[in-house]
């Protein structure tokens, strides 16, 4: 069974940084894409980057140069490395097989 | 990719069909053929769930009630007869151009 569970939100302080991480079982991270899709409170959702299976990274233009996404194949995992965290960054952080499945997601509020 | 849906609210009655229309501002058909559009279902506080991967395959375990169709840059969902679990927010995605983009969502709420 295909399962995903990420960790690592928090309330952060604008400008700081967080690392969300994504624990699967049931597949093999370093063969599929992996992706981060956020949801801003009560609102849609939007793709924030991909790791594709060959290891290039994909960023929508918001987060370039600030978020970084990574995978341990050892441990089969996935991060995501946020730094100078904005208000609207603010959001429940969803890692995901690709698009196929996701976990419960993590919170991320970056508020002072 | 622009993706538009329509409507943005539906009210149903327990047991009819209902429909949602998904459009893009430019085709999602790929160049070996694929168009990589999916539907997702978010009942109400659980994360989102694929229902529908490449137009129209049903992802395992979602009911025959839920079907896809379409091509090009116009797709639609359609549920066969409306059960109660079937409220919450629906989703279409595209995964052939980067960025993926969702579109704005369908809130299904029972009459």
């Known amino acids: 069974e295909v399962q995903l569970m990420e960790s690592g939100g928090a309330l952060v302080q604008p400008g700081g940084s967080l690392r969300l991480s994504c624990a699967a079982s049931?597949?093999?991270?370093?063969?599929?894409?992996m992706s981060w899709v956020r949801q801003a409170p009560g609102k849609g959702l939007e793709c924030v980057s991909v790791l594709s299976s060959g290891g290039t990274e994909y960023y929508i233009d918001s987060v370039k140069d600030r978020f970084t996404i990574s995978r341990d194949n050892s441990k089969n995992m996935v991060f995501l490395q946020m730094n100078s965290l904005r208000a609207e960054d603010t959001a429940m952080y969803y890692c995901?097989?690709?698009?196929?499945?996701w976990g419960q997601g993590t919170l991320v509020t970056v508020s002072s | 990719v622009v993706m538009t849906q329509s409507p943005l609210s539906m009210p149903v009655t327990l047991g009819q069909p209902a429909s949602i229309s998904c459009r893009s501002s430019q085709s999602l058909e790929r160049f070996d053929g694929n168009t990589f559009l999916n539907w997702f279902q978010q009942r109400p506080g659980q994360s989102p769930r694929r229902l529908i991967s490449?137009?129209?395959n049903r992802d395992s375990g979602v009911p025959d009630r839920f079907s896809g169709s379409g091509s090009g840059t116009d797709f639609t969902l359609r549920i066969s007869r409306v059960e109660a679990e079937d409220v919450g927010v629906y989703y279409c995605m595209q995964a052939t151009h980067w960025p993926w983009t969702f579109g704005p969502g369908t809130r299904v709420e029972i009459k």
């Open positions: 995901g097989r690709s698009s196929a499945a």
């Open positions: 490449k137009v129209s």
């Open positions: 049931g597949f093999t991270v370093s063969s599929n894409d």
